[in-house]
């Protein structure tokens, strides 16, 4: 089976950084897609930023200039790397593994204090 594992997230203070690694284990390949989606109660699940296999990238508008996204394919990692924190930020936050199936973390809090 594959697992996918979070590790990064915690508290911290407004215009702080924090970086969020998404890393798959088990049986598997390299994902074709991954990404980092976001959710806060009574809300749905939102794309914060997602990249390709060819590495090209997309972020949501709040995120763009503060939030930077990779991939390591050898690590079978993709990462978050979140600049300059904001309060709106704190949410759950959630990484999506995709190769031929989609593969899902438990999600990790992201908290953002003023």
């Known amino acids: 089976q594959v697992q996918v594992v979070e590790s990064g997230g915690g508290s911290v203070q407004a215009g702080g950084s924090l970086r969020l690694s998404c890393t798959a284990s088990g049986t598997v390949i390299i994902a074709n897609y991954g990404a980092w989606y976001r959710q806060t109660p009574g809300n749905e699940r939102e794309l914060v930023a997602g990249?390709?296999?060819?590495?090209?990238?997309n972020y949501a508008d709040s995120v763009k200039g503060r939030f930077t996204i990779s991939r390591d394919n050898a690590k079978r990692t993709v990462d978050l790397q979140m600049n300059n924190l904001k309060p709106e930020d704190t949410a759950v936050y959630y990484c999506l593994y995709r190769t031929m199936k989609s593969y899902w973390g438990q999600g990790t809090q992201v908290t953002v204090s003023s």
């Open positions: 990249i390709e296999s060819d590495y090209s990238t």
